[in-house]
């Protein structure tokens, strides 16, 4: 903790109830820091920590001073405690590799003073180092749930032995781990470890952005989640500088026409884009330039063009490169170059980033964030706007780029209510009045079971299925999968043409023969995969590959390099999609974000449509879009009705839900042979409006069987360990993860009778 907390800078710290508790040592320590004084959730945080062993969630702004505000006491406890017996005294678990080197940086002058040992453990770090932590176990160990994990496989019979001492597990960035892949697998490591030591470790949970304490306490100990303790930061909140701006995207004349390359002479030849891209370079050029900052600007690609554009605006002035791209393929020694120079502030930097900048790596104080595009969520939003103004006195600065097509005739319904812009203002409402996203409710996650299935016979040298259960479901996270759910992935893991175990005579479950290739493999300990991705085939010939977010089947649209194509044929072995020319006139250009977004966000935003105001972030071409969107809310008439009649055999549901129920509604019609497609707020239906009326009227009546809808689906394979599993498997844990049918009969009547209130789903 060489650098420090926003707000802790200055001569002398003042004394606090809190600061007197600490450790001689650690007291010094903040002493040569110059803290003027301990934040609010560092002082109050200490007697808590000193004084007991209870579970707790620590929530305060990013730069708040949450990783002092539990490592200073903690580190107090070590420098006066009696060690009980050997292994590490404290565990660091950190989502990134980037963090958990930068807490090692941060930790070690103030451990070096203390006598404390601190051990790195990732995949970068060196064999060497971790045979010496490993021989002598002691003090710290900051590590990633992966390597965690590999410590289990690769030296199950040293648990007791390496954790025997450790009296705490410090989980950072608790809200990024909520019911997700890599959550449910840490929250079983963690039980794992409290069952391989017979007693439960202390857990303290740090985040900056938590939308429900009480589901934050479930994940963190869930026999007991009313015994953890919670301490949210009083502190009052910050300055906030903010522009949405808003900039046009021209619209060809001739549709058909083929693109002309535009005036950089970029690859891509995109015309429509590239007069507003170079618009939003320049902009960012003009009032980046000179300071440090971050541009969170989408997909990789979109960074490395965002980069390139702002890199040759240097070149153009001959001034020398200040901008720099920042994503997770590229290596780790530019992505510390980055840092590095953000950090130290010595020479002006922008770093042009994907979410890898968006935890908690330490890069210092930054004085402004840019975004281009909407935000994903309201949560990554404020994780994003927490890293400016971390100085005291110092505003947070966000700019926001939002890309609106042109006016059109023949516009599409989502393009002409300008979807991004009010997205991004309800998202901003939100956030000025300290909202952001719970976390869904938990899904089966069978695709971590058969991981973690794999890794407990490893790390036993063997397992029964009674004993299996007891640990990953009945004690473990997976306590939604029932005995005969557990029963049949084994019997599924064990088929011969799946092979991952096999059951000796005694009853005792072994890894087969593909089971053992894929433990000792060295991306076995991850339970993630990148998005899966699908060939777009026409013809025999490959136009390129589709990230899918929702299900598809046949009959359906989709979108794809600004095209509108129908599905004839889904592969998921391949996987590869079949296509056709779909001629139904020009697709929307609106078409979701990289997450979900909540019921809350989209009432919101409809509240935003039905308004009149202006919010004074509004720049002159952003006020003309609201302006714009309203009047087709207003023209098409949906502040009455939601069921639309685009082109001749098209209607459009704009039933103002989150993504998940309208992903639901679009499965709940095809399942009754409406080809519907999700896209942003609206279900695209190929079917006049007849038809639709009368399939809602039927779906008004009763929710959908779940598995019914499941199997409709086309794309379920999307996560690590899903190819193991067969078909029934697949649809029993995407109707778990995806799918809320109990919402589909208000959803449908809503839409018949046009109330659609969002105040209703707050």
Known sequence: MTSPPSGSEAAAAVPSAGFDRLAEPVRRWIWDQGWRALHDIQDRAIPLILDGDDDLIIAAATAGGKTEAVFLPLLSRIATRDRPGSGFDLVYVGPL????????GRLDQLCERLAVPVHRWHGDVSAGA?????????????????????????????????????????????????????GIHLRSLLNRLDLALRRPVRRIGLSATLGDMDLARAYLRPADPARVIVLESRAEGQELRLQVRGYAVRVPRDPGSEPAPDAD??????????????????????????????????????????????????????????????????????????EDRL????????????STLELGIDIGAVESVAQIGPPFTVASLRQRLGRSGRRAGQPAILRLYIKEKSQDANQHILDALRVGLVQAIAMVDLLIEGWCEPPRPQALHLSTLVH?????????????????????????????????????????????????????????????????????????????????????????????????????VPEMTIIFSGRRWRVLDVDEKTPTILVAPDARGRPPRFGGDASDLHDTVVARMRDVYRRDDHPAYL???????????????????????????????????????????????????????????????????????DKVRAALGALAERAPDPLALAACART??????????????????????????AAVPDMATALLTGDTRSEDRR
Not at 291 to 309: I, T, Y
Not at 493 to 506: F, H, N, R, T
Not at 719 to 735: I, Q, T
Request: charged fraction near 25%.
């Open 97 to 104: 590799k980037a963090l958990i080197d930068d807490q090692f």
């Open 130 to 182: 971790k045979a010496r932590a490993r021989k002598d176990p002691d003090g710290i160990l900051l590590i990633t749930p992966e390597s965690l994990e590999a410590l289990f496989v690769l030296r199950g019979a040293e648990i007791p032995t390496l954790f025997g001492a450790t009296h705490g597990i410090v989980i950072d960035e608790l809200h990024a781990l909520l019911d997700v892949e890599r």
């Open 265 to 338: 002479g970029d690859p891509d030849t995109d015309d429509e884009e590239a007069a507003a891209d170079r618009a939003i370079a320049g902009h960012l050029a003009k009032v980046l330039r000179g300071s440090r900052n971050l541009v969170f600007a989408g997909s990789r690609q979109s960074v490395e063009a965002v980069a390139d554009r702002l890199r040759r605006s240097c070149e153009d002035a001959q001034v020398p490169n200040e901008f720099f791209a920042h994503h997770a393929n590229l290596s780790r020694d530019h992505r510390g170059f980055v």
């Open 343 to 354: 950090k130290r502030g010595e020479t002006p930097a922008t770093a042009v980033c994907t």
């Open 452 to 552: 973690q299935v794999l890794s407990v016979i490893a790390e036993r040298g063997g397992a029964t299925a009674r004993g299996l259960f007891h640990v990953l479901c009945r004690t473990g996270p997976f306590s939604g999968v029932d005995p005969a759910t557990f029963a049949a992935v084994l019997r599924r893991m064990g088929e011969p043409d799946v092979a991952l175990i096999e059951q000796v005579s005694d009853g005792t479950l072994l890894p087969g023969k593909a089971g053992e290739r894929q433990i000792e493999h060295y991306g076995f300990y991850a339970v993630f995969r990148t998005e899966a991705e699908y060939r777009v085939v026409r013809d025999g010939q490959t136009l390129g590959t589709l990230p899918v977010s929702f299900p598809v």
């Open 619 to 689: 720049d002159p071409t952003a006020r003309r879009f609201l302006s714009e969107a309203r009047a087709t809310f207003r023209r098409r008439g949906l502040a009455a009705s939601s069921i639309l009649t685009e082109g001749g055999d098209e209607t459009v549901l704009v039933p103002w839900r989150g993504t998940v129920a309208t992903e639901t509604l679009a499965l709940a019609l095809t399942a009754v042979g409406l080809p519907a497609t999700p896209w942003g707020l609206a279900v695209m239906v190929r079917a006049p409006e």
């Open 716 to 741: 379920l394979m999307r996560e690590k360990f899903h190819p193991f599993l067969d078909r029934p498997l697949l649809e029993r844990d995407y109707a778990s993860a995806r799918l809320t049918v």
